[in-house]
């Protein structure tokens, strides 16, 4: 079973061992001139990776169509010039897939409808970033390919409800007489009738939902009822779900670990205390941007036993009450994100880092009491493409950094105590010197 990453065959007895051909490095020189002609050679192939060859062509994906018969999974991410024809000849002439990666790949319905008939063991599948995509193919997803254990449609923008299996398990009749005039024009997308599916997708385990901000309640109650297995969940960046779609994820009660909210501005802390209380094996959490919630909903995440990473960055709402209570009720805790939390200072960050012995990341970027005289030394580098604005407040504190911030922060409470002790002003210092002046 010979694998190759980052580079081509170079000789012919390389050709036909190779099993495995992976080459997610754009920086490897590797281009499609060059890709296309070795799909022609190299027969035996079972997976191909050709994310870092962002010029992949639709003649590269024919030719691997046409000469591997053996070909089990396809990552093709971020491959622009790939079309719908190169993936319509994948479909006719190679076995059925079972892992398939297409995100970044502009689709329409007949190439997604072609994937999901035809490829029935597909366990992972993923078509992120699909502007083109709508209800229409998405739909033959969840019929067909009943064996999918990964699914991402993240940044989907035509998604809606019809797309995604209905809560009800039978259609209702219309009654009879006169039908109200529509509020608004009726497209045939909007006139789809609900999903209404008579098998379980018993083996879904991941599913990331991100960005789709046509997607209602009604559509999350749907997906926890058709996938009541769920261990990853993502719907960040979807502002019209509310409390109502919290609770029916809830009802996944301990199979969910892994949950994004971020960007979803109507939960409040009410959706969050059903949550908290009911999957209580959940391990990381993300509620960026949710403007609404308190300290209330930090008090009930702490008592989770195995969270080991909290996304709240922009809750503005959030005090030192919900640090003191994290530092205090979770031992599990590993990775803690509290930028742009305004009033949290920097007291209660110094309980937090004295008190989480497994705290290895903390973000504390616009945050007020941050940026005290000194606490910037400990901090990582800002990335290079932030504004001088931004890398002036940018605190991101992880591994020995943040036991070296404990110690400093230790150093400045004792000098503190002496100052206060001997009557006299209290001058914080940058460095690592006791000297009171």
């Not at 007291?347 to 910037?376: E, M």
């Not at 150093?411 to 002496?418: P, V, Y």
Request: hydrophobic share 40%; net charge neutral; glycine share 4%.
């Amino acid at each position: 079973m010979k694998r190759i990453v980052d580079r081509l065959p170079q000789t012919d007895s390389e050709r036909r061992i190779v099993r495995h051909l992976v080459i997610r490095d754009p920086n490897c020189g590797v281009s499609d001139e060059w890709v296309a002609p070795e799909m022609i050679f190299c027969r035996h192939l079972e997976s191909v990776v050709l994310s870092g060859v962002t010029d992949t062509s639709d003649k590269t994906i024919v030719h691997l169509a046409r000469e591997n018969c053996n070909i089990q999974g396809l990552d093709l991410t971020g491959c622009k010039y790939v079309t719908d024809v190169s993936i319509m000849e994948l479909v006719a002439k190679t076995p059925p897939l079972q892992w398939l990666q297409l995100s970044g790949v502009v689709l329409t319905d007949a190439s997604v409808s072609a994937i999901a008939k035809t490829f029935p063991k597909l366990v992972e599948l993923e078509l992120n970033d699909q502007p083109l995509m709508t209800a229409v193919s998405v739909r033959d997803i969840w019929s067909y390919s009943r064996k999918l254990r990964t699914l991402m449609l993240a940044r989907s923008p035509q998604l809606t409800d019809s797309a995604l299996p209905s809560p009800i398990k039978t259609l209702i009749p219309q009654p009879s007489g006169e039908k109200p005039l529509p509020a608004h024009p009726h497209t045939w997308l909007d006139q789809l009738p609900p999903l209404i599916l008579r098998h379980t997708a018993i083996d879904l385990r991941v599913l990331d939902l991100s960005h789709c901000p046509k997607l209602t309640d009604s559509s999350v109650e749907g997906i926890v009822a058709h996938a009541p297995l769920l261990r990853s969940l993502a719907l960040a960046g979807c502002p019209h779900l509310t409390d109502k779609a919290v609770e029916s994820i809830s009802k996944l009660g301990l199979h969910l670990g892994n949950l994004t909210l971020a960007h979803c501005p109507r939960i409040t802390d009410n959706g969050i205390v059903s949550l908290a209380r009911s999957c209580t094996e959940l391990r990381s959490v993300d509620l960026a941007f949710c403007r609404q919630l308190t300290d209330m909903a930090v008090f009930e995440l702490a008592s989770l036993e195995r969270i080991h990473r909290l996304v709240l960055v922009r809750v503005p709402k959030l005090t030192d009450n919900a640090v003191y209570f994290l530092a205090d009720h979770t031992p599990s805790l590993e990775r803690l994100h509290l930028s742009y939390c305004d009033r949290i200072t920097l007291k209660s960050l110094h309980h937090l880092v004295r008190t989480c012995n497994r705290l290895v990341h903390l973000t504390a970027t616009g945050v007020p009491g941050a940026r005290r005289t000194g606490v910037g030394r400990f901090s990582d580098p800002p990335p290079a493409d932030l504004d001088p604005d931004q890398k002036s407040v940018f605190r991101a504190f992880s591994g020995p950094n943040i036991a070296a911030l404990r110690k400093f922060l230790d150093k400045e409470k004792l000098r503190r105590e002496q100052a206060e002790a001997q009557n006299i002003p209290f001058m914080p210092r940058s460095d690592d010197s006791m000297d009171l002046y």
